[in-house]
C-alpha cells in the first residue's frame, strides 16, 4: 500500500473547560504506535524547509501545537499530498517510509515530533534518489 494512503490526519479530543483546553495524546490509543521520542521544532520562518527524509522504521505523528505549517508526503511513485496543520488538536500520522518535508511555518509554529523508535541516524534516508531506489524495491 502507498505510504500516502497510510498517512492520515488524526484529530484529538480536546476536555476543556471554562479554565481552557486540555488535548491527551497516548501511545497505542491515540496514535498507533508507542511513543519513544518526543521532539518539537520552532523558530524556523516561512523560508525553511525541515524534514527532507526518510525512515525505514521510525513512524510518526506531527502536531502543530501552536501556529501553522505544512507537510508534504511523497511516496517515490509520483503521488504527493500536502498537509496544513493548523490546529493543536490535529496531527498527521506518516508511516515508516514516507518522505516529508515540513514548511511555511507561521512565526509563532511550534511542531510537536512524536516517534515510535528512539533516534538512529543509520535508519534515516535523507537522498530523495537513494529513497526512490528503496521504496521501488517494495514493490
Given at each position: 500500500m502507498s505510504v500516502i494512503k497510510s498517512a492520515a490526519m488524526l484529530e484529538f479530543p480536546g476536555c476543556g473547560d471554562e479554565r481552557g483546553e486540555l488535548i491527551v495524546v497516548e501511545g497505542m490509543q491515540d496514535v498507533p504506535f508507542e511513543i519513544k521520542r518526543v521532539f518539537y521544532m520552532?523558530?524556523?520562518?516561512?523560508?525553511?524547509?525541515?524534514?527532507?527524509?526518510?525512515?525505514?522504521?521510525?513512524?510518526?505523528?506531527?502536531i502543530n501545537v501552536a501556529g501553522t505549517s505544512k507537510v508534504k508526503v511523497l511516496d517515490g511513485r509520483g503521488n504527493e499530498t500536502i498537509y496544513l496543520l493548523n490546529r493543536p488538536n490535529t496531527g498527521i500520522y506518516l508511516p515508516k517510509m514516507t518522505w516529508k518535508e515540513m514548511y511555511d511555518f507561521s512565526?509563532?509554529?511550534?511542531?510537536?515530533?512524536?516517534?515510535?523508535?528512539?533516534?538512529?541516524?543509520?535508519?534515516?534516508?535523507?537522498?530523495?534518489d537513494e529513497y526512490l531506489k528503496l521504496i521501488n524495491k517494495e514493490v
Open positions: 520552532y523558530g524556523s520562518d516561512d523560508t525553511v524547509v525541515r524534514g527532507k527524509h526518510a525512515n525505514l522504521r521510525t513512524e510518526f505523528v506531527l512565526a509563532d509554529s511550534v511542531l510537536l515530533c512524536l516517534a515510535s523508535e528512539h533516534y538512529d541516524a543509520s535508519e534515516y534516508i535523507r537522498d530523495y
